[in-house]
């Protein structure tokens, strides 16, 4: 019990610690969806060519980052009409180039760690494209269309389906999001995107303060080859992806188990690849099955987990060229106490803000739209198969 007590406790700190930034975090990324519209999304994405994948990313970088909502509306982008790598890419980005991810691996793991995420994650996509491009056959592309279009229910596709941006007509960006209908925008998006990450958060929370306080460091050290550096090198991005499909937890939730595995002495390229892989743990791997087919779930694994160790081993050797990996191992794991500090002053105040978002929320039916989350949406006859001819 005592042991059990200690774990919940680590747990809540942690959570105590990085409430604000959360908040924060998805409140930036809630102003964003309120003027980025996912109508326009599609017609953007018509090739793999450089210039779209980098639409792609900048748009997944300003939706939500929620895994599973973000593999779901990639599904709905294909079956629509996007171009299927250009449909990963935006995915990807999603859940690795999103702001509130940035902010949380700041106050555990450092700016560094910021870094490295934000310089590896456009590189990962890279490498994905340039393995779609010499592997991706066009008859695969066409099955998993198929099997898309049958419209096969996954999780979250309420929520990728809904669009709750306000229109263009409505003058500028900040006429927007000053406007009655932006502050609505805004408090949809914020309750929405939290709804459906809070159990990924709290899943990651528990279990990294299990691990916290529950594993001795020296069976990290001996896990992670910390005593061999140069094989500790290629093992880190090697092995980072197999935790986290072993761990279930993906999308922010990732960041504090992350931080107990760079304290228990995972490389730094271990840490950014397994950062990376909230795309690939078993539920998300068991909703790819659903959605595209057996055989290309089996191939976005395959080449996911490739581009995934393979930007953070790169990203590992160029910041430990440019002496920016970190020499000492203290990511903020903080025990189970809570101060009156800065932090607390923080929270309280964030928490302020989130609840005037959350009484905006229910009080224009946001309960309607919690209900749907999960439903899977109706959509006109014809429109998922529009533009099918497209690779």
């Not at 269309?145 to 941006?165: L, N, P, T, V, W």
């Not at 925008?185 to 990294?208: C, N, Q, R, T």
């Not at 050290?221 to 991005?237: D, T």
């Not at 002496?323 to 101060?339: F, Q």
Request: proline share 4%; hydrophobic share 60%.
């Amino acid at each position: 019990m005592a042991a059990m007590l200690q774990a919940l406790g680590m747990a809540f700190a942690m959570f105590w610690e990085i409430l604000w930034a959360l908040i924060l975090g998805f409140g930036l990324s809630a102003i964003v969806q309120a003027v980025v519209g996912k109508g326009r999304i599609v017609r953007l994405l018509p090739d793999d060519s450089p210039r779209t994948l980098a639409v792609a990313c900048a748009l997944g970088a300003a939706s939500s980052s929620c895994s599973y909502a973000a593999v779901a509306l990639a599904r709905s982008l294909f079956r629509k009409g996007a171009n299927f790598t250009a449909a990963m890419a935006f995915m990807l980005a999603s859940t690795n180039l999103v702001a509130e991810l940035g902010i949380v691996m700041a106050i555990l793991l450092g700016g560094r760690f910021t870094a490295a995420e934000f310089a590896g994650a456009p590189l990962m996509v890279a490498i994905l494209a340039l393995l779609f491009r010499r592997f991706l056959k066009r008859s695969m592309v066409d099955e998993a269309r198929r099997q898309a279009d049958r419209g096969i229910a996954g999780k979250m596709e309420g929520h990728a389906a809904m669009d709750m941006s306000v229109a263009d007509g409505g003058g500028s960006i900040w006429r927007r999001i000053g406007s009655a209908p932006g502050f609505t925008a805004i408090s949809h998006s914020f309750v929405m995107d939290w709804a459906a990450v809070w159990k990924d958060v709290a899943g990651g929370l528990l279990i990294a303060g299990a691990l916290a306080a529950w594993v001795p460091a020296s069976w990290w050290n001996v896990f992670f080859l910390a005593n061999h550096p140069r094989l500790a090198l290629l093992w880190g991005p090697l092995v980072g992806p197999l935790v986290a499909i072993l761990s279930f937890v993906c999308s922010v939730g990732n960041v504090p188990l992350a931080a107990v595995l760079w304290n228990g002495g995972s490389s730094f390229g271990g840490v950014i690849a397994f950062i990376y892989a909230d795309l690939v743990v078993l539920p998300i791997l068991d909703i790819y099955r659903r959605y595209y087919g057996g055989r290309m779930a089996a191939f976005l694994l395959v080449t996911m987990y490739a581009a995934m160790a393979g930007a953070a081993l790169i990203v590992e050797l160029a910041f430990q060229a440019l002496h920016l990996v970190p020499s000492e191992r203290h990511a903020r794991i903080v025990g189970a106490s809570i101060a009156w500090n800065s932090t607390t002053v923080l929270d309280l105040i964030f928490l302020g803000i989130a609840g005037a978002l959350l009484w905006r929320f229910f009080s224009t039916r946001g309960l309607d739209m919690l209900r749907a989350m999960d439903k899977m949406p109706q959509e006109p006859h014809g429109a998922a198969t529009a533009h099918a001819h497209r690779p």
